[in-house]
């Protein structure tokens, strides 16, 4: 029987231990959990709250009928204890990290001027445009080469510069790629 969770290179406290931690605890729910929230430890890193082992630093916050105060894992004890939704936990921390990078590069981001003279940026399969609304600006995003149901969302706010459309923007981003994957 496997009992621990061990990468190439993994030191000892990467490791998720499965007869460690809470996994010894016969009483403690093996199953029936369900996927809340990230929480970014950053460089601090925390402890699996599963296995007492592994220090991580993007923790899957797990909610639980019976467990009220909930669980904070790593990666590999959130599979162990989602085995429903065995591909869930790897696709949402990829996402988690994929919407981390876009947002630490976002001001990186070179925007361009359209032939109108709006600002505009296109960005992961998203056409994000800033246009005059009124005194100040207006941002719109839009999913681009889409046969059917083309995605199109006006942020409903008004920007007074163009350095908060941009921020703004990149909320909008965040929201319709969240809104995507809703959709699957
Ligand atoms: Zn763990």
Same mark, same amino acid.
């Given at each position: ?34 996927? /809340? ?21 993007? #923790?899957?916050?797990?909610?639980? #009928? ?47 001027? /359209? ?13 994000? /445009? ?45 929201? #319709? ?8």
């Amino acid at each position: 029987m496997t009992t621990a969770f061990r990468g190439v290179g993994d030191n000892d406290d990467q490791v998720h231990r499965l007869d460690s931690g809470k996994w010894q605890d016969q009483t403690f729910p093996r199953d029936g959990w369900r996927f /809340s929230t990230f929480k970014d430890a950053g460089t601090a890193h925390i402890r699996c709250e599963m296995c007492l082992n592994a220090r991580v630093r993007f #923790a899957h916050t797990l909610v639980h #009928a019976k467990v009220p105060e909930g669980i904070l894992v790593g990666l590999m004890c959130a599979e162990a204890l989602q085995k429903d939704d065995y591909y869930g936990p790897e696709r949402r921390e990829r996402e988690y990290r994929d919407d981390l990078r876009i947002r630490n590069d976002w001001h990186k981001r070179k925007w361009k001027t /359209s032939k109108i003279g709006n600002a505009y940026i296109n960005a992961r399969g998203f056409n994000i /445009s800033i246009w005059r609304k009124g005194a100040g600006y207006g941002v719109t995003i839009r999913v681009e080469n889409r046969f059917e149901d083309e995605f199109v969302r006006n942020d409903p706010k008004m920007y007074m510069n163009l350095k908060e459309a941009k921020l703004g923007a990149l909320d909008r981003l965040m929201e #319709a790629r969240a809104e995507l994957r809703r959709q699957g």
